[in-house]
T-cell receptor, first 115, second 112 residues
Framework: AAGVIQSPRHLIKEKRETATLKCYPI?????VYWYQQGPGQDPQFLIS???????DKGSIPDRFSAQQFSDYHSELNMSSLELGDSALYFC??????????????FGSGTRLTVV | QKEVEQDPGPLSVPEGAIVSLNCTYS??????FMWYRQYSRKGPELLMY????GNKEDGRFTAQVDKSSKYISLFIRDSQPSDSATYLC????????????FGQGTILTVHP
């Protein structure tokens, strides 16, 4: 079965550079979530989109922005990167009405390293 | 104080042991409770989902919720080396597209 696809799997950037992370949800899923997981930390919610509109916002820095496109894929744009942004970034998708009983399906993540 | 507190472990048990993983929470708005398993370098994978207080069993796994005490548990019976992973509890306030709030995760190692 198709899963949540994230690209790239690994990304190395220098401080103050910009990074773009992509997420392709499960087909027909209408909601996308972004989480940040630091080393040894639990995933922290960043932002979510339902039907291409922002539905909730968590602890996302102002340097980060995200959007969901007409084909439901989502991109997380990160500017002025800092060392502390090094983390695993997960995308998850769900279908409203089924999201909770079936859980959200997570991708394998993008590991961002800022040097 | 974090909304969800999870016993950090790590836990190391022999194969066949019963494992107990626990989380407490402070937000009364949480209505849905989940347990995720995360292998190294992988995304979290849903193990169990519960809504009401009580027990829910699925094979070797039992999820327990006590809303009055704001306490949830996951029991693993007859643990196997393949169960070695990080286990995360997660909660949601009840909206169908709402965010999940995770516990810190417990690293479990089951040795043969």
């Amino acid at each position: 079965a198709a899963g949540v696809i994230q690209s790239p799997r690994h990304l190395i950037k220098e401080k103050r550079e910009t990074a773009t992370l992509k997420c392709y949800p499960i087909p027909r899923h209408d909601t996308v979530y972004w989480y940040q997981q630091g080393p040894g930390q639990d995933p922290q919610f960043l932002i979510s989109f339902y039907e291409k509109m922002q539905s909730d916002k968590g602890s996302i820095p102002d340097r980060f922005s995200a959007q969901q496109f007409s084909d439901y894929h989502s991109e997380l744009n990160m500017s002025s990167l800092e060392l502390g942004d090094s983390a695993l970034y997960f995308c998850a998708s769900s279908l409203v009405g089924q999201g909770l009983s079936s859980g959200y399906t997570f991708g394998s993540g993008t590991r961002l390293t800022v040097v | 104080q974090k909304e969800v507190e999870q016993d950090p472990g790590p836990l190391s048990v022999p194969e066949g042991a019963i494992v107990s993983l626990n989380c407490t929470y402070s937000n009364s708005a949480f209505q849905y409770f989940m347990w995720y398993r995360q292998y190294s370098r992988k995304g979290p994978e849903l193990l169990m989902y519960t809504y009401s207080s009580g027990n829910k069993e699925d094979g070797r796994f039992t999820a327990q919720v006590d809303k009055s005490s704001k306490y949830i548990s996951l029991f693993i019976r007859d643990s196997q080396p393949s169960d070695s992973a990080t286990y995360l509890c997660a909660m949601n306030g009840g909206t169908s597209y709402g965010k999940l709030t995770f516990g810190q995760g417990t690293i479990l190692t089951v040795h043969p």
